[in-house]
């Protein structure tokens, strides 16, 4: 490893999950003197509750660059990030580009290191839910087929890749960097005081999480899905913490036995209960002592599967599959009266006993992938190449 020159990777967070993804790599890339990590936010998500509160939990301090690219449609956010990244990547060239997940951010800055001939590493490869309806699938399937490393969470992820024609040296089985994140975060988020605040007892609520726009997007659908909710919620309360996108198209909705949280009062022994946004550590507080969770989220298939939560999986996919071959999530489709008996079901069945994670989800996943990355920057002769690109 040449000492006196250090590796320059821009890591970029757009949107609320890509942040527990990235906030292990930094934190282990800042323990090598070779590597200078500089943190880019595009700014997909921008308010307090979505974007700095999780920036402040992790660790990962304010941005050097943020780009502010704001909401838009897919299609205008997704530009406006090539446009704003491409600039600074022509600006202030790094040697890698490292992205995270799915979201319009992730592709976009791929794009952009793949025309600048920037060699860009993708955490989180290979998961497909085969569903190209989902504007995430179409992120995934672009971003793998032009990054130069492809890190993946589970086995299943590197059969999709090979199947679309990459070849196996790019691809490198590391484990979940969000479980790394969950691991480092717990003790503290056993600390939090969430549950005193919201007036519940471990076990004795459930969670719901909605923002995919397959779920959310249409009225009728979200209302047939929320009073199946409700019939739920009459069993114990469900606490709802919801999404910018979500929210606004549930105020415009009537179902009954839905309450906005106030702030001071605790919640009741039934009905949903919607709270503002959860910060990272309120929200794995609540995800460990809930005695179920119901989601369309990634994210919180995987981090239940680790904890050992039973989790109902609203959708009619997964790219996740680990987590039900190896853990406690259930993919139950989308029909509301479905969701209603496997919430029963879920809720008259122990659980906890005896859980084993999936592979490689052991808190070191950002060690393995930082040690490939440090290897390519020594192996591929890049370093060599950027030596003589600065003299
Ligand atoms: C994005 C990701 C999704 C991820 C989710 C996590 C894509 C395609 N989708 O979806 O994969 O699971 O983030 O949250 O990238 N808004 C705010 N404040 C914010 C951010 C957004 O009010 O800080 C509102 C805006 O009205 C915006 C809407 O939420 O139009 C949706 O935000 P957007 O970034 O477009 O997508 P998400 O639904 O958050």
Redesign the pocket.
């Known amino acids: 490893m040449n000492t006196t020159q250090r590796f320059r990777i821009f890591n970029v967070v757009?949107?609320?999950?890509n942040m527990m993804k990235i906030a292990p790599i930094i934190a282990e890339m800042r323990r090598h003197s070779d590597l200078h990590p500089v943190l880019v936010h595009t700014g997909?998500?921008?308010?307090f509750?979505?974007?700095q509160v999780f920036l402040q939990q992790l660790d990962l301090g304010e941005p050097d660059y943020n780009l502010q690219v704001?909401?838009?449609t897919?299609h205008s956010?997704t530009a406006q990030v090539i446009r704003t990244f491409g600039e600074l990547v022509q600006n202030d060239r790094p040697d890698m580009i490292v992205v995270a997940?799915?979201?319009?951010?992730?592709v976009a800055c791929a794009l952009v290191g793949a025309k600048e001939l920037i060699p860009v590493a993708h955490i989180e490869s290979g998961l497909r839910s085969f569903d190209r309806q989902m504007?995430?699938e179409v992120?995934r399937v672009i971003t793998d087929a032009i990054a130069d490393l492809l890190f993946t969470t589970e086995q299943s992820a590197a059969r999709n890749l090979m199947q679309e024609g990459v070849p196996s040296e790019k691809i490198f089985f590391t484990g979940n960097v969000m479980i790394d994140s969950l691991v480092t975060a717990l003790a503290a988020a056993r600390r939090s005081t969430i549950l005193d605040q919201l007036g519940v007892r471990p076990q004795k609520y459930a969670v719901l999480t909605l923002?995919?726009?397959s779920n959310v997007d249409d009225p009728e659908r979200l209302q047939s899905t929320l009073r199946a909710i409700s019939e739920i919620a009459k069993d114990i309360p469900v606490i709802f913490p919801i999404?910018?996108?979500t929210?606004?198209r549930v105020s415009s909705l009537r179902i009954e036995n839905i309450r906005d949280w106030s702030g001071t009062a605790a919640i009741g022994s039934q009905g949903i209960w919607t709270v503002p946004p959860a910060s990272y550590l309120d929200f794995l507080c609540l995800m460990d002592s809930s005695a179920m969770m119901i989601t369309d989220?990634?994210?919180v298939q995987e981090e239940t599967t680790y904890l050992g939560i039973p989790c109902l999986t609203y959708r009619d996919n997964t790219e996740r599959p680990v987590t039900i071959t190896n853990g406690t999530n259930r993919l139950i489709g989308t029909s509301p009266a479905e969701l209603v008996i496997a919430a029963k079901k879920a809720l008259s069945e122990k659980h906890r006993n005896g859980h084993v994670p999936p592979p490689l989800w052991d808190g070191h996943a950002a060690e393995r992938i930082v040690r490939v990355i440090r290897n390519y920057w020594n192996s591929n002769d890049i370093g060599k190449k950027i030596d003589r690109k600065r003299h």
């Open positions: 757009g949107a609320r999950p997909q998500h921008y308010d509750a979505m974007s704001g909401s838009g897919h956010q997940g799915d979201v319009n951010s992730t504007p995430e992120n923002h995919r726009p999404h910018p996108r929210a606004g989220s990634g994210g």
